[in-house]
């Protein structure tokens, strides 16, 4: 043998002629075999089809332990997965439960006719940066019957204090009286206006 090896190689080839030599002294000689088999008074003839019987056990139990190992690691990443999604979920919850209006206000336009549009303009605070928002906006007339929602998604938010609006175009037969609108963040009242229509 020509081939040089390391300190660290011929210590792990010593290792593993061992567990060769080991293995090999384990193993019995086919006449060891019959010889154990009369002593037993087992029919020699057998022995084939018992070998096969062990290695079909044998493959069975790898299989049992193969499958017990991918159901494992199916179970763990169903687990992290479902986990994550739920942390997800609540994280975004509670930065949603956070949002509030700083400020807001009623602005009116006159149209060329006699209809008028009416923007609800909202600052809000501690919006989630880097998300969009689910907004909707309801407008009820003086009866307090909701007769206009707008809903819609922002931009990805880009700062915590967000400026946003829904607007709604009266016509000229519009109740007159006090009219209510409301911002809602996923079902959520944020914040409301009264404004007078004349």
């Known amino acids: 043998?020509?081939?040089?090896?390391?300190?660290?190689?011929?210590?792990?080839?010593?290792?593993?002629?061992?567990?060769?030599?080991?293995?090999?002294?384990?193993?019995?000689e086919p006449e060891q075999v019959k010889q154990i088999l009369d002593e037993l008074n087992l029919p020699p003839e057998l022995l084939g089809e018992a070998m096969t019987q062990v290695a079909r056990s044998q493959a069975l139990e790898t299989e049992k332990r193969r499958n017990k190992l991918i159901f494992g690691s199916v179970a763990a990443a169903l687990v992290l997965i479902i986990g994550s999604g739920i942390f997800i979920s609540q994280q975004r919850s509670s930065s949603l439960a956070r949002v509030a209006v700083q400020s807001e206000k009623i602005t009116n336009t006159q149209n060329s006719g006699s209809n008028a549009e009416f923007f609800y303009r909202v600052t809000l605070k501690e919006a989630p940066v880097g998300q969009k928002l689910n907004l909707s906006c309801n407008w009820i007339n003086p009866s307090g019957q909701t007769v206009k929602q707008n809903s819609y998604e922002t931009k990805s938010i880009t700062t915590s204090v967000w400026d946003t609006h829904c607007k709604y175009t009266l016509n000229s037969g519009a109740a007159v009286g006090k009219w209510k609108v409301q911002m809602l963040l996923d079902g959520r009242v944020l914040g409301e206006e009264t404004f007078e229509v004349k």
Do not use: W
Request: proline letters at 0%; glycine letters at 4%.
């Open 1 to 28: 043998m020509n081939q040089r090896l390391t300190q660290e190689q011929l210590d792990r080839i010593i290792v593993e002629l061992g567990r060769l030599k080991e293995r090999q002294e384990q193993e019995l």
